[in-house]
């Protein structure tokens, strides 16, 4: 099953750029930029990332970035990603970046998105994976920091596809950023956000993301198994679904397999996805060979996992049923 795996062209749907630094690439970014880290070695920096929720996962995240610094420090760090991605013949990638994460720590907007634009562009033409952006807000800051950081992302509007949520939900439910989605619907962004695994108002928040804001996507969203309503709103629109069953693991106690393939009997567009794969040990491959061995899935599943992927990419229809 590995090697069937390994062979069917994959698509990657939900994965934070800034969670594919590797701690090879971590000590390198660190020594060019002259900055000392507080681990001596690639093993001790992982053996400190040991979490086993969101908010411990998420602190080691961001004290992580900070080697990240100049232009070259992004393109090398979404290279690397598109390398390995290639490798695991992933054909397409729609890649997450936190801007705020950076612009907050003094690193100008301009220098992180132009650093992720090359390297997409180097990628396509030389090593053949296509790839789009996805600017993510930090829902743990103010609403009004990611609408001004909407409006800095307006002289990029051409590289960014769409938008979305992530960071702490607890206490951040989607509605706290209504304004800024409806802007950034007004641009022309598609719309997506993280409705987290196991949150404390997980089915209310999935229910403002599709009715409130009108999501055309809803990252992870597994808790709407718990409202026959979502389930079917979620079917009605045709919404896709990124999970991320390794991630799920480490921030809950289970990989919500039996969740997954219950989504995939009900005909949801669910699909699987490696979430911040530098930390949690999986990228996509890992994440569908975890998977397939949790649930005895079949090659026609697998196919059908991938197919959903492609079909609620944000490609125009015609690149689409190119991979189709
Ligand atoms: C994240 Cl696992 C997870 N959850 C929420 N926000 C995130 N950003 C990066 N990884
Ligand atoms: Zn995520």
């Excluded at 938008?163 to 022309?188: C, I, M, T």
């Excluded at 397999?257 to 989504?263: G, N, P, Q, S």
């Amino acid at each position: 099953m590995t090697d069937f795996i390994e062979g069917l062209p994959k698509c990657e749907l939900h994965l934070h750029i800034e969670g594919t630094l590797e701690p090879e690439l971590k000590f390198e970014l660190a020594r060019r930029n002259g900055l000392e880290l507080p681990y001596a070695s690639v093993e001790e920096i992982r053996a400190a990332y040991s979490f086993d929720d969101l908010p411990s996962f998420l602190k080691i995240y961001y004290e992580g970035m900070d080697v990240l610094r100049t232009e070259p420090d992004f393109y090398d760090l979404a290279m690397a990603y598109l390398r390995k991605a290639a490798s695991q013949n992933v054909r397409y990638a729609e890649i997450f970046f936190d801007p705020q994460a950076h612009t907050s720590r003094g690193v100008p907007f301009a220098i992180v998105i132009r650093g992720l634009r090359r390297a997409l562009i180097d990628a396509e033409n030389q090593l053949g994976i296509k790839a789009q952006l996805i600017m993510c807000f930090l829902r743990d800051f103010q609403a009004e920091y990611a609408m001004a950081t909407l409006l800095e992302s307006l002289p990029y509007r051409e590289w960014i596809v769409g938008v979305g949520l992530d960071s702490d939900e607890k206490g951040n439910p989607p509605a706290k950023f209504a304004a800024v989605y409806e802007r950034a619907r007004q641009e022309g962004y598609l719309l997506t956000m993280h409705c987290d695994v196991d949150q404390e108002n997980s089915t209310e928040h999935i229910r403002q993301a599709i009715e409130d804001i009108g999501v055309n996507r809803i990252d992870h969203g597994v808790n709407a198994l718990e409202d026959p309503a979502l389930v079917e709103a979620i079917r009605a629109k045709g919404l896709g679904l990124t999970v991320c069953p390794i991630s799920n693991g480490y921030v809950t106690d289970s990989m919500k397999a039996d969740a997954i393939r219950r989504m995939l009997d009900l005909g949801l567009r669910v699909t699987v996805n490696s979430d911040d794969p530098a930390y949690f040990a999986g990228y996509v491959q890992e994440n569908l060979v975890a998977l397939a061995e949790a649930l005895t899935l079949s090659r026609e599943e697998l196919v059908q996992l991938e197919r959903n992927a492609f079909e609620i990419t944000w490609l125009p229809r015609r690149l689409k049923d190119a991979y189709l």
